[in-house]
């Protein structure tokens, strides 16, 4: 069965620093997808890309956030100067009819 | 008003029992999806309906259009059908998924 991958599992971080979470879609996926979900919180959309470029994106994806496919393989996401109210596990998804979703990166920042 | 909503928010039931959970929405849509929520946080797909009913093992998911309202029923349930169930929407094939706020259910032995 097809799978998406996300890496790391768990990141730790202190405020202010950068960090990179990483996902490797389905491979014949053309859409792909971030989402987070805050503890206790339903889970929401970042941003969507299709043909290397942003196609959506929510009012939280601001400027500290970016994405991009380096290398036609991973899908990244960078969050540049990290606050508190980011610590939330966040989700890659690809697809557009029936979705894949990776296991998740939760990311803690103190 | 979220565009998305499930009841109930938990759900407790003995083993064997029959289960509903409902959700409603209140945009047009192209696709409704039915997930799974483990422990863990990961996400899987359990259906994706435009029209009708599937059914999948003891999992059965209707969608009625016309009064944007879709059901998601556990036959027989078991203690390991405990996790939280989340209904989201598409409006358009591609678009982003709207989730709605989960219902978790516990299964008592």
């Known amino acids: 069965e097809p799978e998406v991958t996300q890496t790391p599992s768990h990141q730790v971080t202190q405020m202010g620093q950068e960090v990179i979470l990483r996902c490797v879609p389905i491979?014949?996926?053309?859409?792909f997808y971030w989402y987070r979900q805050i503890l206790g919180q339903k889970v929401e959309f970042l941003v969507s890309f299709y043909n290397n470029e942003i196609s959506e994106k929510s009012e939280i994806f601001d400027d500290q956030f970016s994405v991009e496919r380096p290398d036609g393989s991973n899908f990244t996401l960078k969050i540049r100067s990290t606050k508190l109210e980011d610590s939330a596990m966040y989700f890659c998804?690809?697809?557009?009819?029936?979705?894949?979703f990776g296991e998740g990166s939760r990311l803690t920042v103190l | 008003k979220n565009e998305v909503e499930q009841s109930p928010q938990n759900l407790t039931a003995q083993e064997g029992e029959f289960i509903t959970i409902n959700c409603s929405y209140s945009?047009?849509?192209?696709?409704l999806h039915w997930l799974q929520q483990h422990p863990g946080g990961g996400i899987v797909s359990l259906f994706m309906l435009s029209s009708g009913k599937k059914k999948h093992g003891r999992l059965i998911a209707t969608i009625n259009i016309q009064e944007k309202h879709s059901s998601l029923h556990i036959t027989a349930s078991h203690p390991r059908d405990s996790v939280v169930y989340i209904c989201a929407v598409q409006k358009t094939s591609y678009d982003k998924v709207i989730f709605g706020p989960g219902t978790s259910l516990s299964v008592i032995p």
């Open positions: 945009v047009g849509i192209s696709a």
């Open positions: 491979s014949n996926h053309l859409y």
């Open positions: 998804a690809s697809g557009g009819g029936e979705l894949f």
